[in-house]
């Protein structure tokens, strides 16, 4: 009884807490000083026809930077906390049913085409909606349905790896780059701008995007693989 | 009248988050199972994620990416706010990954010998 | 206006989806009403004007999401299978319908 009191109360409290948003949300006409500032400059200082990119590769790219490492440290906790030595010998024996022939043709065919829409949509994250993050998913999907119709199958763990502290050590690299060559961290612009709306622009915008990507990938699939099971 | 009034004030999109945050914690506070909770977490990060974009909403205006419908003369004058969207953007992300790590101590407190409710470890969750 | 329209059904959707989360007794359907709810935020977010951020909740919200939980969910019911003979549960707490 108590417990109902104390909870109908927290509830309560929060709606009013939210209710001055829900009331006040986007009644503004126009951007604030900061986004028109992106919207005017995104395009014209750093070429990206993108300017949710441009914020989240370039101008707040040291947040993504910690993001993607917020995104390693969980990755490295689950694989940690769910080894075999940790649940007892018995508990990832049970091996799943095997995959029927139509997710194994499936898998098959898909593969392929999954990983190349995954790097086109990294690749043109400066251009067109998307971008690391999403490619990087569409890459651990595919993973996740190799690990699906092979049940017994397992990641190598020396490619994925590699593949996760090259790109980390990558995306440091060109914000290095960035801040010796051009005038800060992360800054784009230690290649030539070039005309908005081309693929090779935005400086290197797509290429820390496609680094993003593939450590995101990567780091996806370990999770998913971490959770699966059956790992030693 | 004056009701209807003050309901056409209310943005649709940031009262839908508002209440969906409510369901989430009423989720996490009220069920003892702990997958229920984690379920619960997500369904609040949702109504979250959607109260923040809907700070930046403006009504009309198109995607922050320039194409033949809005040049770069004219962006700030025809684009909806970006920030709130690169903000969004890496939340969803780290939700996953805060998500599977919550799952995965349920699965190992489980594995423990502990069961799935919250009651069985220890104390009382009140 | 017909975005409009569509927002507040859409609203009305996710909140029905987002309670049926929280109250069901199934745990399977609990988890894939919450995918439900990621899903249709994903088309809130796309009338919003943010395809950004519709594609990452498409994707991760409503689909790597659901994995997640099915993968984990899996093998707790496969630890439970194990040692279900050593343990005897009450089934209240197994449910969580209890409140």
Known sequence: ??????????????????????????????????????????????????????????????????????????????????????????????????????????????????????????????????????????????????????????????????????????????????????????????????????????????LIYSVIGLKVGAELSGILEALKGDRE | MNALEVLAKINPVAASGAVLVLVGLWGVMAKPNLFKIAVAFSVMETGVNLVILSVGYIRGRTAPILDSAADAASASARMTDPVPQALVLTAIVIGLAVTALMLSYAVRLKAGGGGSSIESYGEEKW | MATDIAILAAGILMIAAGVGAVLAKSLLVSIILSGGVSLVASAVFLLMGAPDVAMAEAAIGSGLTMVVFLYALARSKQ???????????SPASETGGAV
């Open chain 1, 1 to 206: 009884m108590m417990r109902k009191v104390l909870v109908t109360l927290a509830i309560l409290g929060f709606a009013l807490a939210l209710l001055p948003l829900a009331y006040r949300a986007g009644v503004q006409d126009r951007p604030g000083a900061l986004a028109a500032g992106y919207l005017d400059d995104a395009p014209r200082e750093l070429g990206a026809a993108n300017v949710v990119t441009a914020i989240v590769v370039s101008y707040r790219g040291f947040d993504t930077l910690g993001e993607v490492a917020v995104l390693f440290a969980a990755t490295a906790g689950v694989g940690a906390m769910l080894t075999k030595k940790r649940l007892g010998p018995d508990a990832a024996s049970g091996r799943g049913t095997p995959a029927t022939e139509v997710l194994r043709t499936a898998t098959g065919l898909l593969t392929g085409l999954l990983v190349m829409f995954g790097v086109y949509i990294f690749t043109h994250g400066h251009l067109t909606p998307g971008g690391g993050f999403q490619g990087g998913v569409v890459i651990a999907t595919a993973i996740l349905l190799n690990l699906m119709s092979r049940p017994e199958s397992r990641l190598s763990h020396g490619l994925m790896t590699g593949i996760e502290s090259l790109s980390g050590a990558a995306y440091v690299a060109l914000g290095l780059l960035g801040a010796i060559f051009a005038l800060g961290f992360l800054d784009p612009r230690i290649l030539p701008i070039g005309r908005v709306g081309s693929l090779l622009s935005a400086g290197s915008v797509p």
């Open chain 3, 79 to 89: 630890a439970d299978a194990e040692d279900s003979d050593e343990r005897v549960e």
